[in-house]
């Protein structure tokens, strides 16, 4: 056992590293600046490159292009340069680009509070730039899994080609905590599915609409095509209702179908238990402590923290809500999660949401007195 | 075996040109063409990276690797395909419009010397959305935007660009004769390279202001603009520099973050510790300690700072958890103990402490005024015993008396934290002022150390 007392920024790069991102750009901004400089220590030694862009704008672009030519990318940064970034998340969803981004949430809207933590991206990131296709993204509760989501990040952005947000937070990011990152359990590491030397390439290659096109790197031996406006499989412009519609198609269906495969949960299920919490990030650990106080009281109590935020993993909430006559939704935002819950919860049952947005964080017992469990 | 030599790296046929008849963009994509050609570059070494607007389209034609990014936005993508393969050839091709929209990339790359080419079709307004001003727009142009002649000042793209560090910058017009040369030479450049091509739009600015290219070479004099090569002064290019000023820095640090199990600690239950004082009192590094002491003694911590954005100024206050089961909460809703070490420090924790239980204790500076509080008050001269430790020794003098009065863990699992994680002449002054805290609750603390 080899323990170490680290912030969630830098277990970020270091499951960055240890995913082989090779290519970092970044833009400074609190809660998130110790990311780049965490990547600045550890990415030249292996070759790569972390480098500061002049805004979030170019950050995002440098990502792009990177990454088309190769390099596993990664960004990192907060609610004013996520609205920098708007843009560009679209262009690297139509041009199928293997990415990943980090938003350590603080306080918003606007500059809001530097310094402070919240939870108030969790829609923005899902809406996050023109089209409404589907996305990807991952909420850490802790140091560890800050370090275990982001490697799983940068899996899921060559599994799908797409941009991958992990939901950070302030409270997340700059908090110290134990941790034992040898003992963290690691899938492989998925390296770019790349089209053979001699096999003709097509940009955005599929058969069946949920395939995942292979790729070619810009400068190696296909010639690459890549662009922001509305394409065929070969990346040639076209005004075809028919094939924008299937392009659209496999935008949303490359994940939408393997919603499962995505899905990510901790479940803490009590056969009998009528009430149910759902949570997710920093405030699933206040959830738990929650938990633990109810089960001394005797009662009975289920938890379900989801991991992967987008796309919302409608089944296993579904399941989660069999049985159970209360669902109680805590966040550090107005209601924004509650919402998708709103959409599946069955008739019957009580739906209670516990929402502070004053850069606190929702304590135990918070949850405790508004989820009516004294 | 010689390979056949590329007669074009255009494909009109299966695509034709999309511009209107006598646009000069057109001319433009045949002189890049040409230039390519010249040169005989492995189309698949070549990436053209092209904007958002009419001149946007010039990617689809070229038989090299293409990239048709965001409007203004075509310099980033081509920096980041450099960036990542610096052995590739990457132009950029943007309009007079994306110079505005994108106009901090034009600054940034010619400042870092990103070996990119910048070739800019300069037809004074935004041909795509119908021939709106643009930054390049003449003096008294009018476009539907500026009905009444525009006066805002046209932009110098090259003295810009000059301005902002770029090694190579040339002014030309799509009608020289000479800009296939213009344009390998651009290529060809290892750093920085930007050419303005002024031409004209014949669908909008040439008919509404009967603007013909004698009107251009005209408005070059009338402002000043230069023609031809306006700065030559190559210097070496960012990635070459990036690379060789960072790995004389390969070596990876050796990791001292690493902590192993040494000490046994003494707590049934979690402990809250709330340290406040001022910025530049080391109360942010010397939480971090005692996280590391903890942790070596089979603890759980966590460690939040609280403090301005302005850090050297104002409070600062670190809230840390020890506790020999996993902390979930990491909020500190009835600390146990607070350590108050300045004004700021009781200013910015006023409220925590009237608010606490008599079960906590707050260690403070004897000198300091508290507000009211049910928690049990010890005060110590912590001030007067830093005095003779050192500078900045405050925070952990304060710290020494804590853990010798509660014992969480040995006072030795901090010292050794200390030394393992501080410079030594730094670790000297604090291994001091432990032991002056400690003797502030026990004159024989050090014994057994
Ligand atoms: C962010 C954004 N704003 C506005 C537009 C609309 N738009 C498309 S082309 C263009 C102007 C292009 O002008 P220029 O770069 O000079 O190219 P030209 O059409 O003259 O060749 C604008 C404003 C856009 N595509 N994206
Ligand atoms: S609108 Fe102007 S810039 Fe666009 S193709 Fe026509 S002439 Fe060329
Ligand atoms: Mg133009």
């Given amino acids: ?374 | 075996m010689t390979t056949a030599a590329i007669a074009t790296y255009l494909d009109t046929e299966n695509i034709a040109l999309p511009y209107c008849p006598g646009c000069g963009h057109k001319s433009i994509v045949k002189q890049l063409d040409k230039a390519l050609v010249k040169l005989q570059l492995d189309p698949k070494k070549v990436v053209i990276v092209t904007d958002i607007g009419c001149i946007g389209l010039a990617d689809r034609n070229f038989m090299t690797n293409t990239f048709h990014g965001l409007h203004g936005r075509s310099i980033t993508y081509a920096c980041g395909v450099k960036l990542a393969r610096p052995e590739l050839t990457v132009i950029a091709v943007k309009g007079d419009g994306a110079c505005g929209i994108g106009g901090t990339h034009l600054l940034n790359v010619a400042r870092r010397n990103i070996g990119i080419t910048l070739l800019i079709a300069n037809n004074f307004n935004y041909g795509m959305t119908g021939g709106q001003h643009s930054v390049t727009t003449p003096d008294d142009g009018v476009t539907p935007t500026t009905p009444w002649g525009n006066f805002e000042q046209p932009m110098d793209l090259c003295a810009t660009s000059s301005a902002a560090g770029a090694a190579w910058v040339h002014r030309a017009t799509s009608f020289d004769r000479d800009l296939p040369d213009v344009l390998a030479d651009a290529i060809s450049q290892e750093g920085f390279a930007m050419v303005d091509i002024w031409e004209l739009c014949s669908a909008y600015y040439r008919p509404r202001n009967d603007f013909r290219r004698a009107d251009m070479m005209a408005m070059l004099t009338e402002n000043q603009f230069k023609p031809g090569r306006i700065t030559d002064k190559p210097r070496k290019e960012y990635s070459a520099r990036y690379f060789e000023t960072y790995q004389a820095d390969r070596n990876v640090r050796e990791d001292r973050s690493k902590i192993s199990l040494q000490f046994e600690h003494r707590l049934d239950r979690q402990m809250g510790i709330i340290i406040a004082g001022s910025a530049g009192q080391k109360i942010k590094s010397i939480a971090t300690l005692l996280g590391h002491a903890a942790i070596a003694s089979g603890l759980h911590a966590t460690q939040k700072d609280d403090y301005p954005i302005t850090v050297m100024s104002g409070h600062s206050l670190a809230e840390v958890i020890l506790s020999p089961h996993v902390i979930e909460y990491t909020g500190i809703d009835e600390p146990a103990i607070v350590v108050v070490i300045s004004m700021d420090g009781v200013k910015q924790a006023g409220a925590c402490i009237r608010a606490l239980p008599e079960t906590s204790t707050i260690y403070a500076e004897e000198s300091l005024e508290l507000p009211d509080t049910n928690a049990q008050v010890r005060r110590f001269a912590f001030i007067e015993a830093a005095k003779h430790v050192g500078k900045l020794s405050l925070a952990t003098v304060a710290i020494g008396t804590v853990l010798q009065d509660t014992g969480p863990f040995p006072l030795a699992a901090f010292t050794a934290a200390i030394q393992k994680n501080q410079k030594p002449a730094i670790a000297e002054v604090n291994l001091k002022a432990i032991l002056a805290g400690a003797a502030l609750v026990n004159p024989n603390a050090a014994i057994g150390l």
Wanted: net charge negative.
């Fill in chain 1, 1 to 374: 056992m080899s323990y170490e007392f680290i912030e969630g920024n830098e277990a970020v790069a270091r499951a960055a590293m240890k995913a082989g991102c090779n290519f970092f750009a970044g833009y400074p901004i609190t809660p998130a600046s110790s990311i780049f400089q965490s990547m600045l220590d550890l990415i030249p030694s292996t070759g790569g490159m972390a480098i500061q862009a002049e805004d979030e704008i170019a950050a995002i672009g440098f990502c792009i292009g990177a990454a088309m030519a190769g390099r596993k990318v990664m960004t990192a940064t907060s609610g004013p340069g996520i609205s920098l970034y708007s843009e560009n998340l679209g262009l690297a969803t139509i041009g199928e680009t293997p990415m990943v981004i980090i938003n350590v949430q603080r306080q918003g809207p606007a500059t809001g509070s530097a310094t402070k933590g919240a939870e108030g991206d969790i829609q923005f990131t899902r809406w996050g730039t023109s089209g409404g296709l589907p996305v990807i993204a991952l909420s850490p509760a802790s140091v560890a899994e800050a370090y275990e989501l982001t490697y799983h990040a940068f899996n899921l952005a060559e599994r799908f080609r797409v941009p991958v947000t992990l939901l950070s937070n302030k409270e997340v990011g700059l908090t110290r905590e134990r941790v034992d990152l040898d003992a963290i359990k690691l899938p492989p590491r998925r390296e770019r599915i790349k089209v053979a030397e001699d096999e003709a390439f097509v940009p955005h290659g599929f058969q069946s609409s949920a395939d995942v096109p292979v790729m070619a790197d810009i400068g190696g031996e296909h010639i690459v095509r890549y662009t922001t406006s509305t394409h065929d499989q070969v990346a040639k412009l076209t005004t075809n209702p028919e094939i924008i519609g299937d392009m659209l198609a496999h935008y949303n269906n490359k994940i939408i179908n393997h919603v499962d495969e995505i899905t990510r949960v901790k479940e803490d299920f009590e056969t009998g238990a009528q009430t149910l919490f759902i949570s997710y990030g920093v405030t699933s650990r206040s959830v738990a402590a929650a938990v633990e106080t109810v089960r001394r009281k005797g009662r009975k109590i289920s938890s379900l923290v989801i991991q992967t935020l987008w796309p919302v993993p409608e089944k296993v909430i579904l399941e989660a809500m069999q049985g159970i006559k209360k669902v109680i939704v805590p966040e550090m935002n107005l209601g924004q999660y509650l919402l998708e819950i709103q959409r599946l919860v069955p008739a019957n049952v009580e739906l209670v949401g516990i929402n502070k947005m004053n850069t606190t964080l929702i304590s135990p017992r918070q949850i405790i007195e508004e989820g009516g469990l004294l």
